[in-house]
Structure formats: structure tokens, C-alpha cells
């Protein structure tokens, strides 16, 4: 059986609490086989990094998210890659740009931005990109950081237009999907999933939050990923074995830090 990874999830949050084992077990029954806890908080790193530890088959990343850009303490990129050091560290962020909500000042969200850039490129660790109605700015700020040297990294949830997405593969950048795939509404989304090439798409469940069809209004969890990944397959014509091979290789490529022997550990 060919595995999936979630490759975003936030199994730090309280929304978890005293349940990890049981998520974890529920997710490899469903035959999810990693999973990536992100962190959103440099002050709360050490909460991300004990979930890590704690499970063979659960990594974890450092970043700020753009919400907490103005509220957490300045972090540049030195820390960053100090921090990422870690054997379970695999990536930096989420970081990015969020003008839907503006809980940080949209200045202090693009120096935040900028530093996990620089800390991507450093590292070698792909940079996980948050950007919900920004798209203008995230595509100048990716294509001007691009020009100062390459980095790895993927547009994560993705909700923004074709033409981000786009951009974002013809950076090199990946394409992950969450559930809101499969929300009535996302046709967009859907069709921007059928372009944007196999080779450069992954899944996640951003858990806890949006939940996939048929799961709507739970709390999400990594197990749930398995939904969103049987509607891709269903937009790309594939089956589900085929596709959960496919974007879990995709994964690996870009999560060079990962070592494979840990699916399904």
C-alpha cells in the first residue's frame, strides 16, 4: 500500500491535548504514514519540537506565522537556523503573508517573511508559505528573493488564484492541497489543481482546521487527509494508490531532511 503524508498539520495545538497517541494510531490505520507538525511560534517552539521527539514519524518545522509576526519577538534568520539544526527540524516556517485577517501590520508580516526566506536558502530546508489574499505582494516578494538565490518551499493550503500557483511551480516551488479542495465552493481550486503538474503537488490537512468533505464541521486530523487525496486523484484521473505514491515521493524530493525509512515508522 502506497502511504500518504500530511504534510501540514498542528498537533501542538490544545485542540489535541491527551489525544496525540490516539491521532497518531487513527492516522496510520487510514494508512497515513508521516506527518509535519508546523510551527507558527519561535515561543512556543519547544511545544512543536516535544511532538516531534516523541514519535518516529513525526517531524516538525520553526517559523512565525504572518499573524504573529507583530506580537512574537524579532527573530532573524540566524535563529531560525540555529534552531532548525535539530535532527527533526525539516523546514522553516510557516511564515508568509495573510491580508485577509491583518493581525500583524502588513510591514512586519513582509520583514518576517523575508528572514524565513533567507533562512530557507541557507538551510536548504523548503520554506512553508502562508498567503491568503496577498497574492500580489507574495509574488514579488518570492520572485525578488528567487533572484537573490534559489530556495525550496511550497505554497501550503492553497487557496489563492491560478496565477500565484503558477508563478509559485515556475519558481520551483510546490503546491500543497488541503481539504478545502473539497468544499462545494472551490471550484476554482479544483480546476488550479488540474493544471498545476503531478509532480509538483502534495496534500495536508492544516489540522485542526478544515476538515475535508465528508468531515466537514469536525475537528480535522492528519487521518482526515485521506479525503482531499481521493478528490485529487479524482481530478487528476488517477487512483488513489497511484496518487498517494505520487505525492508522497513529491514530499520526499522536497523534504530532503526527512529519511524515508521513516513512513510508517
Known amino acids: 500500500m502506497n502511504l500518504l ?3 501540514h498539520c498542528h498537533l501542538d495545538f490544545k485542540d489535541f491535548d491527551g489525544e496525540t497517541d490516539a491521532i497518531v494510531k487513527r492516522a496510520g490505520a487510514a494508512g497515513v504514514g508521516l506527518m509535519v507538525t508546523i510551527g507558527t511560534k519561535v515561543t512556543e517552539f519547544d511545544k512543536v519540537l516535544a511532538v516531534a521527539e ?4 513525526i517531524f ?3 517559523g512565525i506565522h504572518p499573524h504573529e509576526a ?3 519577538p524579532e527573530v532573524d534568520a540566524a535563529r531560525l537556523i540555529e ?3 535539530h535532527p527533526k527540524v525539516v523546514g522553516i516556517g510557516e511564515t508568509g503573508l495573510d491580508y485577509y485577517y491583518e493581525h500583524s501590520p502588513r510591514e512586519a508580516q513582509q520583514k518576517n517573511f523575508r528572514s524565513h526566506i533567507w533562512a530557507a536558502r541557507e538551510t536548504g530546508l523548503p520554506l512553508i508559505v502562508h498567503t491568503r489574499e496577498a497574492d500580489a505582494d507574495t509574488d514579488r516578494i518570492l520572485s525578488e528573493e528567487m533572484a537573490e538565490g534559489a530556495f525550496p518551499g511550497l505554497l501550503h493550503c492553497f487557496s489563492s488564484g491560478r496565477a500565484l500557483a503558477m508563478k509559485a511551480v515556475d519558481l520551483g516551488l510546490y503546491i500543497s492541497l488541503s481539504g478545502i479542495l473539497t468544499f462545494k465552493s ?3 481550486i479544483r480546476q488550479t489543481a488540474a493544471d498545476v503538474p503531478l509532480e509538483r503537488l502534495l496534500v495536508e490537512t492544516d489540522s485542526p482546521y478544515l476538515a475535508p468533505v465528508p468531515k466537514r464541521g469536525k475537528r480535522n486530523e492528519p487521518s482526515f487527509v485521506v479525503h482531499t487525496a481521493a478528490k485529487l486523484a479524482e481530478i487528476k484521473g488517477l487512483g488513489e494508490g497511484e496518487l498517494a505514491g505520487v505525492t508522497t515521493d513529491n514530499f ?3 523534504f530532503t531532511k526527512v529519511p524515508r525509512e521513516a513512513l510508517a515508522a
Open 54 to 57: 516523541r514519535y518516529d514519524n
Open 5 to 7: 503524508v500530511d504534510s
Open 83 to 85: 534552531l532548525s539544526r
Open 252 to 254: 520526499f524530493r522536497l
Open 186 to 188: 472551490a471550484e476554482d
Open 60 to 62: 516538525c518545522t520553526v
Open 70 to 72: 507583530e506580537s512574537e
